[in-house]
């Protein structure tokens, strides 16, 4: 059974930082895509970055050069690192595969940027 867990949240001031971890069992992220999606008050994930098994990445426009996905394959993680945070940026942030089948939504980790 395939588990996600993300870790890596918190409160930051705006133009702070925060690095989210995507941790996996089960699974092997590096042989799928892989995205980071977030979730305010909606039930919708809107996906923010993604980095495919051959390491290309991309990013929403909201995030682009602010954000930065990277995969550490001996630990079988995805990171999220984020810069210059805003206060639109709050949300609860979570990983997923970006094709279907997707894994079940793990419990996420909040993200609140506010001063």
């Known amino acids: 059974q395939v588990q996600l867990v993300e870790s890596g949240g918190g409160l930051v001031q705006p133009g702070g930082s925060l690095r989210l971890s995507c941790a996996a069992s089960?699974?092997?992220?590096?042989?799928?895509?892989i995205a980071w999606y977030r979730q305010d008050s909606g039930n919708y994930h809107e996906r923010v970055a993604r980095?495919?098994?051959?390491?290309?990445?991309d990013y929403a426009d909201s995030v682009k050069g602010r954000f930065t996905i990277s995969r550490d394959d001996a630990k079988n993680t995805v990171y999220l690192q984020m810069n210059n945070l805003k206060p639109e940026d709050t949300a609860v942030y979570y990983c997923?595969?970006?094709?279907?089948?997707?894994?079940?939504w793990g419990r996420g980790t909040q993200v609140t940027v506010s001063s």
């Open positions: 980095i495919d098994s051959g390491g290309r990445r």
């Open positions: 997923n595969r970006v094709h279907t089948p997707q894994y079940a």
């Open positions: 089960g699974t092997i992220l590096a042989a799928y895509s």
